[in-house]
């Protein structure tokens, strides 16, 4: 085996990244999710994160804290250096990535799996406005974003999150195993 593999975990916001992570999490013990560090609040809530000020993580950048970092919705996102190690070592990570971060992500990672989590649009309006960290024009912004399409050349298996979580979870580990076949 040459090394373990990044599962950047992708799709539109309010599609279920999260909770399909901690499923993933719950029933593959020996997956472990990337702690990101992002330039937002830590009380907006959401994920569990390292928050950043816009200054504090440019001179992450500097200090080539990450190996992979990104801007998205108005702030910024990092995956921490020793993440890389560990993948290159034969563990897999998984981590909820942007899909305009997965050409570079294919750069750094090599045995990177793009897992592209989908979910019907009235699905994914409903779930926004449930979690109350955006305004109306905000979720707007997102939901248009929603069939934003995935970059050409990746590895990449599809899950569909529009019904209970386990069925999600499911499509998920099989097609996990598939790839690790």
Known sequence: M?????????????????????????????????????????????????????????????????????????????????????????????????RSALPRAAEVFPRLVVMNVIAAPEVLARRLAGRGRETAEEIAGRLAQASKPLPSGLDVVTVVNDGPLEHAVAQALAALQKERA
């Open 2 to 98: 040459n090394g373990g593999r990044l599962i950047a975990v992708v799709g539109p916001s309010g599609v279920g990244k999260d909770s399909l992570i901690d499923g993933l999490l719950a029933a593959a013990p020996a997956l472990r999710r990337v702690r990101r560090v992002i330039t937002r609040d830590a009380a907006l809530g959401g994920e569990d994160f390292d928050p950043a000020t816009p200054e504090a993580f440019a001179e992450a950048v500097q200090r080539g804290a990450f190996c992979l970092h990104w801007a998205a919705h108005g702030m910024q996102y990092g995956l921490p250096a020793g993440v890389l190690q560990t993948v290159r070592g034969g563990a897999d990570r998984v981590a909820n990535l942007s």
